[in-house]
């Protein structure tokens, strides 16, 4: 599995985009790009995925560079319920998380 | 759908005793997943089943843990004897089998164990 790097913090005003980085550069060919993010001490909640193509959905989207070792998630309208952990991982068969982005989005 | 289901969601155990935790995947999930949560360490996979077969246990920590899972619907992580060091939050996830690396998991609320 791809070791992935993230910030450990970052701070969004809200109604402002959040563009957050995530570094994966040993990722494979077949790995799949995922994000997640965990508020308080819930369960890791589902965001986005992609593999090469830039993804989008209800909740935020994904931008993948061309040779796949970064990646970004974007959250477009942030709001100060989306203050939590954001966690990129990659999953080729299994599913691995990086460290973690701390996001606070402030009023 | 009720989600995965995960219990207890708190635990508190002395040194030395034997700590079974349960799950409940979604409906026809086929794939099952149990991660550790700890401060030093972040979120680590311990083991995943596919079918109920376990598939990859390399995540165990060492021989203390044991996961079964008897059916579809039910799986256990065992640790026996239970150590402070094993004090984290546990979580379950499930996925469909097929494909599981284009199909987010979801996961349940977590059993946070304490071993005093």
């Known amino acids: 599995d791809a070791k992935t790097t993230q910030p450990p913090s970052m701070d969004c005003a809200e109604g402002r985009a959040a563009n957050l980085p995530c570094n994966h550069s040993?990722?494979?060919?077949?790995?799949?790009v995922y994000w997640y993010r965990q508020i308080h001490s819930q369960g890791p909640q589902y965001i986005i995925h992609?593999?090469?193509n830039n993804e989008t959905n209800e909740m935020a989207s994904l931008i993948i560079t061309e040779d796949r070792k970064s990646s970004t998630l974007i959250l477009p309208h942030a709001t100060l319920r989306d203050t939590a952990v954001y966690y990129c991982g990659t999953n080729d068969y299994k599913l691995s998380f990086g460290a973690g982005t701390t996001v606070t989005v402030r009023a | 759908d009720a989600g995965v289901i995960q219990s207890p969601r708190h635990e508190v155990t002395e040194m030395g005793q034997e700590v079974t935790l349960r799950c409940k995947p979604i409906s026809g999930h086929n794939s099952l997943f149990w991660y550790r949560q700890t401060m030093m360490r972040g979120l680590e996979l311990l083991i995943y089943f596919n079918n109920n077969v376990p598939i990859d246990d390399s995540g165990m920590p060492e021989d203390r843990f044991s996961a079964k899972m008897p059916n579809a619907s039910f799986s256990t992580l065992k640790i026996q004897p239970s150590e402070p060091r094993d004090s984290a939050v546990y979580f379950c996830?499930?996925?469909?089998?097929?494909?599981?690396?284009?199909?987010?998991?979801?996961f349940g609320s977590g059993t946070r164990l304490t071993v005093v």
């Open positions: 040993t990722i494979s060919g077949n790995e799949y």
């Open positions: 992609g593999l090469k």
């Open positions: 996830a499930s996925s469909p089998l097929r494909d599981s690396s284009n199909y987010g998991y979801t």
